[in-house]
């Protein structure tokens, strides 16, 4: 039976266009790679605009990737998103948060989740 891990990724950075990308590292540990789909939760503030990218281990997540908050609130919201299976691999992988729009927000962490064989 298969069962469920996660990471916790603090990020603590504010998005601008002095600093609009930040890679952070993270393990999975054991000897086998992930199984099944994964997803990951994103602690994100003041997102006014929908371009902004999700990348782990060097691959785009598919669709909109922070979603802008509802009037323009600067309250903390929590957003998912799916990885696809192959994307996390057994030992370090790297998460990376790119601004591509013109906005400024704020990203608190990340909680990456999977299945394990």
Known sequence: MARSDFNWVSFQHDFTAISPTVTREFPIEGNQDPVDDAYL???????????????????????????????????????????????????????????????????GGVAINWREP
């Open 41 to 107: 939760l994103i602690q994100v503030r003041g997102v006014s605009e929908d371009n902004h990218k999700i990348r782990i281990n060097s691959t785009d997540l598919p669709g909109l990737d922070l979603q802008p908050a509802p009037s323009n609130s600067q309250a903390w919201l929590l957003w998912m998103k799916h990885i696809r299976p192959g994307i996390l691999k057994s030992g370090m992988n790297t998460i990376t948060i790119t601004r591509v729009a013109n906005d400024n927000f704020r990203i």
